[in-house]
C-alpha cells in the first residue's frame, strides 16, 4: 500500500523521477524562444562581445527596479500594474525639484530619492483604493489611470510649473517664461549612483567591460528585501490574497489595506526605479520619459517568463536580460539582413505590445476555463 505522499510523488517517492520534459519546455516556450531571438539577432547584428556585454549591463543595472516593482501586485492577485506610470511621474516631479535647485551630485541624488518617496506613496494610494473599486479590472484601470494621470502631469508642468510655481533656473522653462522645456538637463546628477564604484576588465582588445557596482549591489539588495518580505507576516497575506480574496477575507487577512499596500510597494520602487534610470541617462524627456515604463517593464517580464498571476525575481532579471539585449541587437541585425534599420525598431515594439497582447489573452482564456471547471 502507497501513502498519499507517495501517491503524488510516484511509485518511488522520489520526485526527480516527476520532472516532465515537455511541460518545462511548455512552461518556458517564451524566455526559449526570445533566447534564440537574442541569440540569432546578435549573430547577424555583428556587435562585439564587449560591447554587447557593456549594453546588457547598462540596461540591467537601470532597468531593474522598474521591471521587479511589479512583482508584489502580481503576487497579491493583482495582475500586471500599468500604473507604475504614477511611480515614474513622483520620480521625475523629484528631479525637477532637485535640479530646480541645482542640488547635484549623491547629495542631490538622496535628496531626489527623499522627495520622491512621499509622492509614490501618495500617488500608490490613490491607486490602490481606485483598484479595489475596479477589482478583477485592474489592468485596464492602470492603462486608462496612466492616460489620465499624463494629463495631469502635463498640465502642471506645462502650465503651473513656472506660472504659480517658480522656476529659479531659467533653461528649464520654455521661452514664455511659463512651463518646461521638452528635456531637462541632469548633469549635476549624471552618473551620481553608478560612478561611487566602477570596475572595468578588458578583454585583452576593444572596449573593456563597465561594471557599476554600487548600482547593481543596490538592486541585489532589492532582490533579497523582496526575498525577505515574502517570508514576513505581510509577504504571506500579500501571496493569500493573490490565491484567493474570500479565503483571505474569512481568514481575517484586510484583503483591500492589503492590496492598497502592495500597489504602495509597487509605486515607490518604480519612482526608484525611475530615478536609477534618469541618473544614468543623464537627461530627463519631460514629457516623455515616463509614458512607455508600464509597458516595457511589462513586456520585459513576460518575456523572462511570468504571467498575469505568477512572477519570480529570477524571471524579472530574465526578461530585462532578453528584452533589451533583443532592443540592442535589433536595429544592426535588421539593417544587416533586409538593409533597413526601422524594421528591426517596427520588431522590438512589435514585441514589446505583441507579448502584452498574448498575456492578457491567455490570461482570459485561463479565466474562462477556471469558470467552466467551476460550473
Not at 52 to 69: C, G, K
Not at 84 to 97: C, K, S
Not at 176 to 204: C, P
Request: proline fraction near 3%; include cysteine.
Amino acid at each position: 500500500m502507497t501513502t498519499p505522499q507517495q501517491d503524488h510523488l510516484g511509485s518511488s517517492g522520489d520526485p526527480r523521477k516527476r520532472f516532465d520534459v515537455m511541460e518545462a519546455l511548455r512552461r518556458n516556450v517564451v524566455p526559449l524562444l526570445f533566447t534564440v531571438l537574442c541569440v540569432v539577432g546578435a549573430y547577424y547584428s555583428g556587435l562585439t562581445l564587449p560591447f554587447l556585454i557593456n549594453e546588457i549591463i547598462v540596461r540591467m543595472a537601470r532597468n531593474s527596479f522598474l521591471v521587479i516593482s511589479l512583482i508584489i501586485p502580481i503576487l497579491a492577485g493583482m495582475g500586471l500594474n500599468f500604473g507604475i506610470v504614477l511611480g515614474a511621474m513622483a520620480g521625475q516631479f523629484a528631479f525637477i525639484a532637485t535640479a530646480n535647485w541645482e542640488i547635484g551630485g549623491f547629495v542631490g541624488l538622496i535628496l531626489t530619492v527623499i522627495l520622491s518617496i512621499p509622492l509614490a506613496i501618495l500617488f500608490g494610494w490613490l491607486t490602490g483604493k481606485l483598484f479595489n473599486n475596479s477589482k478583477g479590472k485592474e489592468m485596464i484601470t492602470g492603462i486608462i489611470l496612466g492616460f489620465f494621470a499624463n494629463g495631469v502631469y502635463q498640465f502642471i508642468c506645462l502650465y503651473i510649473l513656472g506660472n504659480f510655481i517658480p522656476i529659479r533656473v531659467a533653461s528649464m522653462l520654455i521661452p514664455g517664461g511659463i512651463g518646461l522645456r521638452n528635456t531637462i538637463d541632469l548633469k549635476q546628477i549624471h552618473y551620481a549612483l553608478d560612478n561611487i564604484w566602477k570596475i572595468s576588465i578588458s578583454f585583452g582588445s576593444g572596449v573593456p567591460v563597465t561594471i557599476p557596482v554600487v548600482t547593481l549591489l543596490v538592486i541585489v539588495a532589492l532582490c533579497v528585501g523582496m526575498v525577505l518580505l515574502f517570508k514576513t507576516k505581510l509577504g504571506q497575506d500579500f501571496r493569500a490574497v493573490g490565491q484567493n480574496r474570500h479565503i483571505a477575507e474569512v481568514a481575517g487577512i484586510p484583503v483591500d489595506r492589503v492590496r492598497v499596500l502592495a500597489i504602495i510597494f509597487s509605486t515607490v520602487l518604480a519612482a526608484l526605479g525611475q530615478i536609477i534610470f534618469l541618473q544614468n541617462l543623464g537627461n530627463m524627456n519631460t514629457y516623455g520619459s515616463h509614458v512607455q515604463v508600464g509597458t516595457f517593464a511589462v513586456a520585459a517580464i513576460l518575456i523572462g517568463g511570468a504571467s498575469v498571476s505568477k512572477a519570480t525575481i529570477g524571471q524579472a532579471l530574465m526578461g530585462i536580460l532578453l528584452f533589451h539585449t533583443l532592443f540592442i541587437v535589433s536595429p544592426l541585425a535588421g539593417k544587416n539582413l533586409l538593409g533597413n534599420v526601422q524594421v528591426g525598431e517596427f520588431f522590438r515594439v512589435f514585441v514589446a505590445y505583441g507579448v502584452i497582447g498574448v498575456a492578457l489573452a491567455l490570461h482570459a482564456w485561463q479565466g474562462v476555463r477556471r469558470k467552466k471547471g467551476g460550473a
